[in-house]
T-cell receptor, first 115, second 111 residues
Framework: DAGVIQSPRHEVTEMGQEVTLRCKPI?????LFWYRQTMMRGLELLIY????????DSGMPEDRFSAKMPNASFSTLKIQPSEPRDSAVYFC?????????????FGAGSRLTVL | GEDVEQSLFLSVREGDSSVINCTYT??????LYWYKQEPGAGLQLLTY?????DMKQDQRLTVLLNKKDKHLSLRIADTQTGDSAIYFC???????????FGSGTRLSIRP
C-alpha cells in the first residue's frame, strides 16, 4: 500500500479564498482522522470518521471548516472562506481498529499558507 | 478536560539516555502511544503500551506507565544524532476511538 496520501502538499492562497484538502486513507482502514499542527497549539484533532460517518467534530474551529467522507477511499477538509490564522499543516491519518491498538498511519501533511 | 502535556524541549549529549515525559487525563485510557516526527514529515509510530502494562521495551526504547499518576515516559538509550526529532505522546480515550496528542517534545542532540 502507498500509505495515506494527501494533496496538495503545499497550498498558498489569499484570504477569503476556498481551500480544499484531500486525503486517501489506507485501503481497509475503518477510521480516518484530520489533525491540524501549529506552533502555538501543537497537534489538534479536528474531526474523525468511522466507516465514513463523522463521529466527533468538536475540534472543528468554526463553521468555516467542513469535512466529508463520501466513500471509504476519500475524504476532504474544506475551509471557506480562509483566513490567515488558518495557516498550518493539516494531517490526515487512518487506522484499522481490528488489530485493537488503533495505530494511526499519517499522511505527509498539507502545508497551508493564507496570505 | 482533554489534555496531554509534555515539556517542549529536551537537549541531551550524544550517547546519553533521553527521557521524555508526558501526563495524560483519561484514567481509563486503553492505549498510550509515542510517535516521532522528523522535519517536513508526518508522524510515525514508535511504540505503544496497553494500559494493563507497566513497562514495555523495544530495542533502545523503554516505555514506563504509571497509571496512578497518569504519567508516561519514553527512554531512548544511547541517543544518536538520528534521534533528533519531535516526539509526541498520545492517548486513546476509553469512551471512544479518539486519539489526543500532546504538543510534542523537540529533542536535540549535542556532540
Amino acid at each position: 500500500d502507498a500509505g495515506v496520501i494527501q494533496s496538495p502538499r503545499h497550498e498558498v492562497t489569499e484570504m477569503g479564498q476556498e481551500v480544499t484538502l484531500r486525503c486517501k486513507p489506507i485501503s481497509g482502514h475503518d477510521y480516518l482522522f484530520w489533525y491540524r499542527q501549529t506552533m502555538m497549539r501543537g497537534l489538534e484533532l479536528l474531526i474523525y470518521f468511522n466507516n465514513n460517518v463523522p463521529i466527533d467534530d468538536s475540534g472543528m474551529p468554526e463553521d468555516r471548516f467542513s469535512a466529508k467522507m463520501p466513500n471509504a477511499s476519500f475524504s476532504t477538509l474544506k475551509i471557506q472562506p480562509s483566513e490567515p490564522r488558518d495557516s498550518a499543516v493539516y494531517f490526515c491519518a487512518s487506522s484499522d481498529t481490528t488489530s485493537g491498538a488503533n495505530v494511526l498511519t499519517f499522511g505527509a501533511g498539507s502545508r497551508l499558507t493564507v496570505l | 478536560g482533554e489534555d496531554v502535556e509534555q515539556s517542549l524541549f529536551l537537549s541531551v549529549r550524544e550517547g546519553d539516555s533521553s527521557v521524555i515525559n508526558c501526563t495524560y487525563t483519561d484514567s481509563s485510557s486503553t492505549y498510550l502511544y509515542w510517535y516521532k516526527q522528523e522535519p517536513g514529515a508526518g508522524l510515525q509510530l514508535l511504540t505503544y503500551i496497553f494500559s494493563n502494562m507497566d513497562m514495555k521495551q523495544d530495542q533502545r526504547l523503554t516505555v514506563l506507565l504509571n497509571k496512578k499518576d497518569k504519567h508516561l515516559s519514553l527512554r531512548i538509550a544511547d541517543t544518536q544524532t538520528g534521534d533528533s526529532a519531535i516526539y509526541f505522546c498520545a492517548e486513546r480515550y476509553s469512551s471512544a476511538s479518539k486519539i489526543i496528542f500532546g504538543s510534542g517534545t523537540r529533542l536535540s542532540i549535542r556532540p
